[in-house]
């Protein structure tokens, strides 16, 4: 099994740019969603979904946009670039039921310059 | 809202020492209890889930223990190896997965 698939693992992108993070899971899991993790700040939590469709709002969601038109497939989109949006993004993927695991993608780290 | 804490921020020890980290939470109303580890440049590894109806769970020389009523968990690591250096997390769930909210993590150092 791949597990949760992150790309890009490095990004470096100009103010005002726009990309999508892209986020795969191959175990049929129905839960997935977008962390960052800044210095001293922990994880924090962006956006969520909870199957194929079903999107919501975490923590710090301003400034993107997430959609889930397949089980697998999660993508992060950040509308346009700042700064304060640079940081490590991860993706994570767990099944809905009790008692199960979260698993972890590696990571991308995104710098806006 | 949920806050969790995790004291202390680093923590140096030798090897072969027996250690505890500790990770407390505000809202006892918790769905899971999850310890991660976190390499370098690295995501995230999961090593121990604790269900809200679980005193505590065991894997290898790892033990994590749970007391929802005092908001506290602490992960044991015995007869440590320089191997375990890392930085640990734990995140608590009140839903379920999709929402977890972590602690800013310990960073160990094991020396040889």
């Known amino acids: 099994n791949a597990g949760v698939t992150q790309t890009p693992k490095f990004q470096v992108l100009k103010t005002g740019q726009s990309m999508t993070l892209q986020c795969a899971q191959d175990m049929n899991h129905e839960y997935m969603s977008w962390y960052r993790q800044d210095p001293g700040m922990g994880l924090r939590l962006i956006h969520y979904s909870v199957g194929a469709g079903i999107t919501d709002q975490g923590e710090v969601p301003n400034g993107y946009n997430v959609s889930r038109s397949t089980t697998e497939d999660f993508p992060l989109r950040l509308l346009s670039a700042a700064p304060s949006q640079t940081s490590v993004y991860f993706c994570?993927?767990?099944?809905?039921?009790?008692?199960?695991?979260?698993?972890f993608g590696q990571g991308t780290r995104l710098t806006v310059v | 809202k949920q806050e969790v804490t995790q004291i202390p921020a680093a923590l140096s020890v030798p090897e072969g020492e027996n250690l505890v980290l500790n990770c407390s939470f505000t809202d006892s109303a918790i769905y899971n209890l999850q310890w991660f580890r976190q390499d370098p440049g690295k995501g995230l590894t999961s090593l121990l889930l604790?269900?809200?109806?679980?005193r505590e769970q065991t894997s290898g020389r790892l033990n994590a223990s749970l007391d929802k009523s005092s908001g506290r968990s602490t992960l044991y690591i015995a007869a440590s190896q320089p191997g375990d250096s890392a930085t640990y997390l734990c995140?608590?769930?009140?839903?379920?997965?999709?929402?977890?909210?972590f602690g800013t993590g310990t960073r160990l150092t094991i020396i040889p």
């Open positions: 995140a608590v769930s009140t839903g379920g997965n999709e929402k977890l909210t």
């Open positions: 604790i269900q809200s109806s679980q």
């Open positions: 994570a993927s767990s099944y809905q039921r009790t008692g199960h695991e979260a698993f």
